[in-house]
């Protein structure tokens, strides 16, 4: 910005002003609420229910706090992301590795360095208008696997309960922020947890959270990772409060391409935009429409992606092709992820992949 001197303005007060006006900032409104069909809502409160209208379009913040120590996936958050994501989104999904950051006890008590840290992210995001779910992810040993990298290995007899009582930990210290702020209770379950073992022990963890916090809204999803093929077999713990997650990456073939590590990836070039593929999209939404409208239950789609080794043009295609999907048949959705190996922003630039947030937002 210019500012032209007046006759009483000395060129050195021109200069300062110029100077505090340049280095002002006004965070940006998040956008308006996209059309999209209403959520299915006869089993949940009327403040669940307008909430899980107002989730819109998110993004997942992942690969920063769910890396064993956050920076060592190459990101870590900051506060400049709060505006960037407000500007075009209406949530962030946050999915933290709380399991790594507390006590290899059954009483799992917080680093509390680690969770003021949280606490900041939380606090940014919910300051520009943000919804946050705030998801428990990595926990390793809760699904039988052995512990990661970063985790300090528990006593089998005591990772049910450490999940349970960092719930109940969590709740305390955030019952008293905004509505807007959302419970996951876990990413992905299953190994040990596929199945009942699973409805038993979210149903535990979610009475914990109710100590304190009777009404915020939790989200929940199935066992099998959180596809909606799982819904077959979940069983929703009897509360007015809650939203229903899925994942749908499918076709991994083209989702995947690149990642060698995954063994049904496809090569890099994979395309997108057959009738298969798209019937390959919609057959999971159909399923998790279909159980939400038969119980009740707000769908969120928490994760779809594909990766950024993706030709653009297919990677656009099915971008468009699953977000408008998903919005006709009522489910909110956040994509799988901000800045990394499927992400839209490019964090070294500090610019987005704008056809890519366009797909999503436009």
Not at 96 to 122: C, G, Q, Y
Not at 233 to 256: A, G, M, Q
Request: glycine letters at 8%; proline letters at 7%; one cysteine or more.
């Amino acid at each position: 910005m210019i500012v032209k001197s007046e006759g009483f303005l000395t060129g050195l007060r021109a200069v300062l002003l110029c100077a505090a006006l340049a280095g002002s900032q006004v965070s940006r409104a998040v956008p308006p609420l996209p059309k999209m069909a209403k959520p299915s809502c006869g089993s949940v409160s009327a403040e669940t229910c307008a909430g899980a209208e107002q989730l819109g379009r998110g993004i997942n913040l992942g690969n920063m706090l769910d890396s064993p120590k956050e920076g060592d996936w190459g990101l870590t958050f900051e506060p400049e992301y709060a505006d960037l994501i407000a500007s075009s989104f209406q949530h962030v999904r946050l999915p933290v590795r709380w399991s790594t950051h507390a006590a290899p006890t059954a009483d799992a008590t917080l680093d509390e360095a680690f969770a003021r840290r949280v606490d900041m992210v939380i606090d940014t995001l919910l300051a520009k208008g943000l919804y946050v779910i705030v998801d428990m992810h990595h926990y390793e040993q809760l699904r039988g696997k052995p512990a990661p990298y970063g985790d300090i290995a528990v006593a089998p007899e005591v990772v049910d309960a450490r999940f349970v009582n960092l719930w109940r930990q969590l709740a305390v210290r955030y019952r008293n922020k905004s509505p807007k702020l959302l419970f996951e209770l876990f990413n992905e379950p299953n190994g040990r947890l596929q199945g009942e073992p699973w409805n038993l022990l979210a149903a535990e963890a979610l009475k914990a959270v109710r100590e304190s916090n009777p009404t915020r809204t939790v989200v929940v999803g199935p066992s099998g990772g959180n596809h909606p093929r799982g819904l077959a077999s979940f069983r929703i713990p009897d509360d007015r409060n809650l939203i229903v997650s899925v994942h749908n990456y499918d076709p991994v073939p083209f989702t995947f391409q690149g990642l060698t590590a995954i063994k049904i990836a496809g090569p890099i070039g994979t395309p997108f935009g057959s009738k298969a593929d798209e019937k390959a999209v919609t057959d999971p939404l159909d399923v998790a429409k279909a159980w939400g409208d038969k119980n009740g239950y707000p769908m969120h789609l928490g994760e779809f992606g594909a990766t950024n080794y993706t030709p653009m043009e297919y990677r656009v295609r099915y971008a468009r092709f699953i977000r408008d999907a998903a919005e006709a048949r009522g489910i909110r959705w956040s994509w799988w992820e901000f800045g990394s190996r499927m992400g839209i922003y490019k964090p070294i630039e500090k610019q987005w992949i704008e056809p890519m947030r366009q797909a999503l937002t436009e």
